[in-house]
């Protein structure tokens, strides 16, 4: 779903784009089914994946959505959910009506919706053969006029506009996730796979992340082996163990860049780092910017 939001990171075989508004980076952008075809017309996009969380509702529509080479039908009141960094093409032969919502993990951050919220959720998720979501004609409606709402609000230009959005996209989000719920209890292909395991594992990642950096340090604790560890999380949410203990590091330092007045110093010790240099490090390496850019911008 290609369009001027979108810009083309070079030099990968697979497309991926950012969120950017007259080339500057944004951290959240809506825009309607049925403009962007009234750009594209019926030529299917190319294989490309976001850098950021994206929702697309179609009201009405047909054609063919495919994810992670995995390909659904585009139909009535269905609803899509993609993670960052998940590969997918879009075709709509006749002129559909709906939703694109998207928005970044910094803007979660930023309005304190926290990761671990979407996560718990199991709408987003990178497991191949994750389908989307179909919902009733009642509930329809119901997304179809808060996506109305943030529409509005992201057009309005006015003083707390995102700190409302947020508040809408959360409840979108809850909204779905209770049809999720009610639709696949008790089937486990569609559910977490170890969500016993994976529940404690969050727990843990949030009494001790910022003192347990190792994914050695969980593992022991929940009484299995780092491999086992790993696997679990992995065909979960699509990340290792590794990855998801270092996401919830990068998140609460934004947290604490955005909304304390603490120096880059007294973070870096606040999250477990003995050396404020070898924080900086991680946070460049995971993020591709210095610490201090971050803060500025």
């Known amino acids: 779903m290609k ?5 083309e990171s070079t030099g990968r075989e ?20 049925e403009e962007i075809f009234d750009e594209s017309g019926d030529t299917p996009d190319e294989p490309h994946k976001h850098n950021f969380y994206t929702i697309i509702f179609a009201k009405t529509g047909s054609g063919s959505h495919i994810i992670d080479f995995t390909p659904y039908d585009i139909t009535d009141d ?33 309005y304190n919706i926290n990761e671990e919220f979407i996560s718990n959720l199991g709408l987003f998720s990178c497991k191949p053969g994750t389908p989307p979501l179909d919902l009733s004609p009642e509930v329809a409606q119901k997304i179809y006029s808060m996506g109305k709402e943030i529409e509005a609000l992201f057009f309005r230009g006015e003083r707390y506009v995102n700190e409302a959005v947020a508040a809408w996209l959360k409840l979108l989000l809850i909204e779905c996730n209770s049809v999720a719920a009610n639709n696949y ?46 696997n679990v999380i992995k065909s979960s949410v699509g990340s290792t163990a590794k990855e998801f203990i270092q996401s919830r590091i990068i998140t609460e330092a934004k947290r604490l860049g955005y909304h304390t007045g603490l120096s880059s110093k007294e973070i870096s010790y606040s999250l477990g780092f003995n050396d404020p240099a070898h924080f900086s490090k991680f946070f460049k390496k995971r993020e591709g910017i210095p610490f201090s850019e971050f803060r500025a911008g």
Request: glycine share 4%; hydrophobic share 40%; net charge negative.
């Open 3 to 7: 369009n001027s939001l979108f810009t």
């Open 14 to 33: 697979i497309p991926s784009f950012d969120l950017l508004c007259e080339e500057q980076q944004v951290l959240f952008a809506y825009r309607t089914m």
């Open 78 to 110: 269905r609803i899509f959910f993609l993670m960052p960094g998940q590969v997918h093409q879009v075709y709509t032969p006749a002129r559909p009506v709906g939703h694109v919502i998207m928005f970044t993990a910094e803007f979660l951050c930023k």
């Open 185 to 230: 209890d008790g089937n486990t292909q569609m559910m977490e796979n170890g969500r016993d395991l994976m529940g404690r594992f969050r727990k843990l990642i949030e009494q001790h992340f910022n003192e347990w950096h190792q994914v050695s340090d969980y593992s022991a604790e929940l009484n299995v082996t780092p491999d086992y560890l790993n």
